[in-house]
């Protein structure tokens, strides 16, 4: 179990390092799009007062219309470029709440994995004092096995020796009577 988190925790890391590189490179991107977006407004701005200047002007020549439309051209496209603009903000920034969780749940994996090396630690701890208690109970178990069998043969002694006695004296008796 454990190896199977280290290697989710390794994945994770793997997965970090991926986002960490993404989210730097979008944060990059970012800053350079607010600067062509500012850019982009400058434009639009300095267009529309252009647009205003030429309509402003008395005799309206098929040139200035020209230019009004040609103006007017740019300036939408400046715009749609805005609001692509924006929209690619907007998924970097969903982009970037996406890794917040994959770092959470990371921090989560690892909190996981360290309890769970712990709780490894403190039970191969207990699994080796129950070795050990086992072991002294063996040796114990022997121990008493060989005082039994010294007892018994001690006991075995003593009874041949009383059977010896027993059938002394019961011929001792026959040859008295």
Known sequence: MTKHWEAELEA??????????????STANVKQWKQQLAAYQEEAERLHKRVTELECQSNQTPVIKSQKTELNQTIEELENALRDKEEEMEKLKEELENMNDIMEQKDTLTQKLEETELRSRVLEEQLAGAEQRLEENQEEQENFRKSLRTLLELLDGKIFELTELRDTLARLIEEAS
Do not use: M, Y
Request: hydrophobic share 50%; aromatic share 0%; no cysteine.
């Open 12 to 25: 994770l890391k793997g997965n970090n390092a991926k986002l960490t590189a993404a989210l730097l490179e």
